[in-house]
Each structure stands twice: as C-alpha cells, then as structure tokens.
C-alpha cells in the first residue's frame, strides 16, 4: 500500500511538473538520451510537424513499414498527429525513411531536418529505428501539437553491439502486456538485447511439452517470504508461466522494435522448482518443493545422471524452437557442490571422466564444467551460441562460451584474455534491484545494496587492465534486474528507472562524450516521455544532496546542502517535514546536537522528494580516524573520517558508510583533539550473512591521554553468529563504571576467520562491517 500511494503521488507530481506546470514549448532539442555520436547545427532551415505531415517508407520494405508505424504512434502520442505513411517520397513536409546508409556498424544512422524534410537513414532497418527514437525523444513538451525541429545533421552509431537489460520472471511472474511494456521501455532506451530469466527455484515460467509438470507443478509456490525475514511468510500463493504461443508473441513484439529475446534456463543449480516436480533428476531424490525463500540453495540437479542432462536437452531443444536468439544462456552460477560430493553417480562420473582436483579447480568444480561443456555442444551443435554467468570459468569454460560478467570486472577481464566474448553487468553498478537512494525511509523494499544513478553511470566497462586487441572481447553492457522484492510491475518500473536511462548511455555513447552533469540537465525531456506513458521512476537525481565536514574541534560538524541549477533547498532541524516555508538555505551551517536532518529543493515547476539523515554527534563527531590496519581497498569508507563522520550506515552494506576488513581485523585509534572526560564508547556493526558480512569475534578497548601510554578498558572476546539471523545492526556499548580522562581511544575488533559449519561457505574468512564511533 505504501508503494502504490508513493508512486501514485510522484507520479502526479511529476505529470504536473514537466508536462503542465512548464511554459509549453514547440522547439525540439536533439540533445537526447543516449547522446549520439555528433549533432551538427546547419542552416538548411526548421522543420514543422503539422497535421499534414507524412512518413515515406521504400515499397515493399515491411521492415521499415512497421517502423513508419511505430513513429506515427510515437508522434500521436506525444503531439497528437499522426502523420499519414506513404511509400512516395517526393515532396515537401516529409519524414524520410531509408536503408542506404553506408556504415560497418549496421546500427548506425544519419538524421537530416532541413526546412522540407526529415531524412532518418540507416545502415539497416535498426539504425533507422534509432535515428526514430532520437526524433521521438527530442520532442521535449508533450500535448504540443506544431513540434518545430531546428535543422541539423546528426551521425550517430552505438558503441557497444549487445546492449541488454535482464528482467527475473522466475521469482514474480509479470504478464504478457507487462513484458510487453518492458519492451516498449528498452526500445525506448536504445537497448537491443532482452535477457529473460526463466526459471530459477521459486518457479518455472515457460511451458515445454515433453514435461508438462514444470508448469503444473514448478510454475507455483504456496507462498513467499516477507522482505530479508526468511522466518515470516506471507501465505498467498504466487505463480504463472507463459504458454509456448504468448512466448512466439513475445519473440515478435521485441523483433518489431529491432530488440532479441535471450532465454535463460539457469541449470545445473537455481533448479530446485523444476526438482519439485521431477525429483528424480536431483541427488537424493527428493522429495523437494519450490522454494518460499530467497538466496542459493543445496539442491541442484544430479550431473552424474544421464537422465538429468538427457531433461535439459529436451528442455533446451524446445527453448530454442521457440525463442531464434543466437545467444541461450543457462545460468552456471551460485551451484553448491555439498550433493554432488555425497552422491554416488557424481563420484562415479567424477571417475569415468577423470575429473581429479587440479590444485586451481576441486574434482566437483570440474564436473560442473564437463556438464555445462556437454550442454553447451548441445546448443552449438544447433547454430546457437552458449553464454553463462562468470562462474562458468571455474573448472575450465567451454569453447565459444560467452560470460556474462556480474560479481565485479574480473569474470570479463579473464574471460577476455581467454578469447572469449564477455558482457559486463557487474552487481557493483548494473544491479537495478539494489536502492537508490541511502534514505531507505522513503523507498519500497529492495536488496539491501545501494547504486545510485551516478554511479551506474560512470560505469567504464572496457578496463584498461586490457590490451587494445583484448578489449574487442567486451562486446556490450547489460543491467540486471533481480525481482525477489518486486511483486508487482510498478515496482519493477520504479527501480529501473530512470537508472536505465544511466546504463544506456553507458551502452551507446562514446565515454569521452559523457558527462553527469549534462546527462541530467538533458534527463527532464526523457522524463517527459516516462510521464506520457504512466511510467514509474525514482526523483533521485533532483534531490538535495547533503554533505558534511569537520567543525573546527570534534564533537559538532558543518552541514553543506547543493541541488540542480535552479533549485532553492529548505530543511528542517526539529525533525519536522520541511516545506517552502521552512529554513531556506543559503550558507554552510554547524551542527551541534544529534537531530534529524530533512530537506527537499523546489523548483520553478515541481518539488523533489525529500532527503533526509539522522546525525549522530558526539565528543568524537569528525575526530581524527588513524587506522593502525587499513581496511579493506573494497570497503574502505567514502572519507577517512567515515567512522565518526555522524553518519549511521543502514542495513545497504555497500552504502559506503560501512568500512569493511577480512581476513583481518580492525584496529583504529581516535583523536578527540583534547583531553576530555568520557564515560560511553559505541561501536555499530553490520551483519548479513548472505553478504559474508559476521558478528565481530571480540572487543577491545584503550584509552590515553598521551597517545603513548594507553590504559586497557575493555576486553571481551565474543561467539560465533548462529544459523538464521536476519540482517540486523548490533551495537556494543563500553560503559566506564566512572568518567575517565582521555583524548586517544584505541578500539580493536575481531574478524570471523572461520564461517560456522551452516553458513554456506563454511571455513572461509567473513567480513566485519563497522560504522560510526560514538564518545560520550
């Protein structure tokens, strides 16, 4: 209910702000996302849409017949005119559409307007439905039915080929017309390529005839987990699944917008949905049953069974007749090994195969990769090619397999160097379903990880860890949206954008083209069009962004509020909502007592969304942070006063605000900048046992009025975290029996070395998360 009255309202808002509110204007602006390559001002005269305007296509070009379609629709929607397709091109007021172009790149197109015409010619029917989308987004006010378009030239082509966007259909099923108008989004974004994911343990969504139990069975789970509490569940049953027909439909609506439908069937783990309803294709046999929670499960299909890869075969054979992509992707990742290691009939292939340990790879590593190798020359063997998530490096990968590239950079950087094709989607900045925003307060529900728009958009995918002839294998870029916490498509739409907008320029824009700023100033026409078609998206990009800095002694901080041109920012202390009527900022200002900072900036035509932070002070507020051990390079802080900076991290471990250690334990000392008494010192931690972030496993404490001779305050070791926890926030606090002297503290916390035997990468080293330090 919370989500829906949320977007209900940004939506409203924002239809008034950039679709009524502003001075209506009729001049196009080509300065469209993505950016093309090069837009070049003539003087050949503007161009006039009217009533009377017509779309020429080549005779008997139906490729370019349904592209003149769709800009008629573009057109109408935006301006209401709809302009009349013919198949002559003479004449004056005429929107040109060819394939003549000359260029390597056969998405590339040239778009003249001169006073009598619009020319969009492309190097293939999909350049031309790109210089279509660049007409359609530079019409910048919607309901303006005379749209003026200033004569230029514009050259554009993408960088990248494989342009993708993934959509998770397996944990909540979205139907035929939402998938429809996730299409019509990525078409609206330039990108080409459409990654379903089908399958996955909580449900099967593809019918196959040969075994009508996966969509009788595997397509439905009693019920879902509530939120990160894989304790509480929310009773209601949740499934679907697309008939082979609504599939075809699917495969020809993308085609009709230039875009190909990938098909994922994840395999030999993320399967337990289809061992539900087939349990003999798994180790033990079963029983099983779809699962209720999220995250990596134990059972996964049996590789040593010949009937097991005999299933995915057939299941692959009957995907492949339905979806014609040239890539099938099938998963390879997040497989534990713990039932293969115990099942007879793996051990036995693990001999017949000779798939001994090599020192890099355990003998169950090297099955995965002799199954996954036999599948893939399955689909080889048809004229497909066979991609996978990055774990399929592990054991040795199978020849032609493309990598997708999603725990970081390295999957892609080594999957290059071995020749193969790889496409970078790395959960650092391409995972849609983490937050947008630190101020969870104000979101819907989503993983707790935290990619603001930003930061997908400075994503370079290309490392210059490559050689130049390397690089060639980085063939594109895709964003990944995993929907565990999306049950409705609303939702989905809300965290895609307009952080899609971000990727695709990632996709299509040459780098040194790109700029943040520029982006943002041009994303209020974009917007105008998520407007026009009732599309949710995150405000984010609008907000006030507050920034904090040292006072002059520890103990009170100054507090500096920017927003976008144009902009007046009101915030409030007391921790009321902030309004035009509130505070109105003009200079930095200090800080002194813990309260609840909230902002918002108003605009000349809407309001942004608030922003807000809770800022803790204390005697050590901005007091000197030495590190005695460095943190980890992944996890080091976003400033070297990150731990008493009055910022509390939340329950989003890559906010930032956590500094992080493995394998290694933490060790700071604070300089309070004079003596002062205390009686209170408090450590916040993190722990997320799904992100390998564990309890500390001891506190220690000193304290020093010298910084030479340090007094022991506190010492206590600590237990090993047990099975089930959900996410949560611990903080341990040193009460002194009595206020002692001090201006150093000296505060050592132990690391897990060891994951406990439940976890499942028991034995391994597990992160410790710490964020603010707090002196009273």
């Known amino acids: 209910m919370y989500f829906k009255q949320f977007i209900l309202g940004a939506l409203g808002l924002l239809t008034t702000t950039f679709a009524q509110a502003q001075t209506p204007t009729t001049k196009a602006n080509f300065r469209v996302v993505p950016l093309p390559q090069e837009i070049t001002n003539t003087s050949a005269g503007a161009f006039s849409l009217n009533a009377q305007t017509r779309i020429a296509y080549p005779k008997g070009n139906t490729a370019l017949q349904k592209d003149a379609e769709l800009l008629a629709q573009y057109l109408f929607a935006a301006t209401k005119v709809r302009p009349a397709l013919t198949t002559a091109a003479q004449g004056r007021n005429l929107i040109v559409l060819s394939t003549t172009l000359k260029n390597n790149n056969k998405e590339a197109y040239r778009l003249e307007v001169t006073k009598d015409r619009i020319t969009i010619n492309g190097a293939s029917a999909a350049g031309t439905f790109y210089g279509i989308q660049t007409l359609r987004k530079a019409i910048p006010q919607t309901g303006a039915q005379k749209v003026s378009f200033p004569s230029v030239t514009i050259a554009d082509q993408p960088r990248f080929g494989y342009r993708g966007a993934m959509l998770d259909v397996a944990r909540h099923f979205f139907s035929f017309e939402e998938v429809k108008t996730f299409i019509d989004i990525l078409a609206l974004h330039n990108i080409n390529r459409f990654h379903m994911h089908l399958t996955d343990d909580q449900g099967w969504r593809i019918e196959i005839k040969k075994y009508p139990k996966l969509t009788e069975v595997s397509s439905m789970r009693p019920e879902t987990m509530v939120g990160h509490d894989a304790s509480k569940f929310d009773g209601k049953p949740h499934g679907g699944f697309y008939t082979q027909e609504q599939a075809r439909a699917i495969v020809k609506y993308a085609a009709d917008r230039h875009i190909m439908v990938i098909p994922e069937i994840d395999m030999p783990g993320h399967m337990v949905a289809a061992l539900a309803a087939y349990p003999e294709l798994g180790c033990t046999g079963g029983p099983y049953k779809v699962?209720?929670?999220?995250?990596?499960?134990?059972?996964?299909?049996?590789?040593?069974n010949d009937r097991t890869l005999q299933f995915a075969k057939d299941v692959l054979s009957e995907v492949m007749d339905i979806f014609p992509a040239e890539y099938v992707y099938i998963g390879g990742?997040?497989?534990?090994?713990?039932?293969?290691?115990?099942?007879?009939?793996?051990q036995a292939r693990i001999k017949e195969k000779g798939l001994a340990a090599d020192g890099k790879h355990t003998a169950e590593e090297r099955l995965q990769s002799y199954f996954m190798s036999d599948i893939a020359n399955f689909i080889t063997a048809r004229g497909r090619k066979v991609g996978g998530w990055d774990e399929i490096l592990e054991g040795g990968i199978a020849p032609n397999a493309t990598v997708l590239s999603w725990r970081g950079m390295e999957g892609g950087i080594e999957a290059a160097r071995l020749g193969h094709d790889a496409i970078m989607c790395p959960v650092s900045h391409l995972y849609l379903d983490y937050y947008q925003t630190n101020d969870r307060e104000h979101e819907p529900l989503a993983f707790n990880g935290f990619i603001p728009i930003e930061k997908t958009y400075d994503f370079n995918p290309v490392s210059p860890k490559l050689t130049a002839e390397e690089a060639k294998h980085i063939i594109g870029v895709q964003a990944n949206l995993w929907t565990e916490h999306m049950d409705n498509f609303p939702h989905v739409e809300y965290m895609a954008l307009p952080r899609l907008a971000a990727a695709s320029e990632v996709q299509w824009t040459m780098p040194e083209?790109?700029?943040?700023d520029d982006f943002a100033n041009r994303m209020p026409q974009l917007l105008n069009i998520y407007n026009l078609n009732k599309y949710r998206y995150g405000r984010h990009l609008f907000n006030v962004n507050i920034a904090l800095s040292p006072a002059e002694k520890?103990?009170?901080?100054?507090?500096?509020?920017?927003?976008?041109?144009?902009?007046?920012?009101?915030?409030?202390?007391?921790?009321?909502?902030?309004?035009?009527?509130?505070?109105?900022?003009?200079?930095?200002?200090?800080?002194?007592?813990s309260c609840k900072l909230r902002t918002i900036a108003v605009y000349p035509t809407f309001t942004s969304n608030e922003n807000s932070e809770d800022l803790l002070i204390s005697k050590a507020t901005m007091a000197e942070v030495k590190y005695n051990v460095e943190p980890d390079a992944k996890y080091p802080g976003l400033s070297p006063r990150e731990l008493t900076n009055g910022l509390q991290g939340s329950v989003i471990f890559n906010s930032g605000r956590w500094v992080g250690y493995v394998g290694k334990d933490l060790d700071l000392t604070l300089d309070l900048g004079e003596v002062k008494p205390i009686r209170l010192i408090s450590v916040r931690t993190l722990i997320s046992a799904a992100q390998w972030i564990m309890p500390h496993r001891g506190l220690y404490v000193w304290v020093s009025t010298d910084g030479k001779n340090f007094e022991d305050i506190y010492d206590l070791p600590a237990d090993p975290m047990p099975a089930n926890k959900p996410d949560y926030i611990d903080t341990d606090n040193v009460l002194l029996p009595m206020a002692k002297d001090a201006r150093y503290v000296r505060i050592k916390m132990l690391s897990e070395k060891s994951m406990p035997a439940w976890h499942p990468h028991t034995g391994k080293p597990g992160w410790l998360f710490v964020d603010e330090v707090t002196v009273e």
């Open 513 to 516: 083209k790109k700029n943040f």
């Open 291 to 304: 699962r209720t929670t999220w995250g990596i499960a134990e059972e996964v299909l049996c590789a040593g």
């Open 554 to 593: 520890p103990g009170s901080l100054n507090v500096t509020l920017t927003a976008r041109k144009g902009a007046t920012i009101y915030y409030t202390l007391d921790g009321t909502a902030p309004t035009a009527k509130s505070l109105r900022y003009t200079q930095p200002f200090p800080v002194k007592k």
């Open 333 to 346: 990742d997040e497989c534990p090994k713990v039932s293969w290691a115990k099942c007879p009939r793996c």
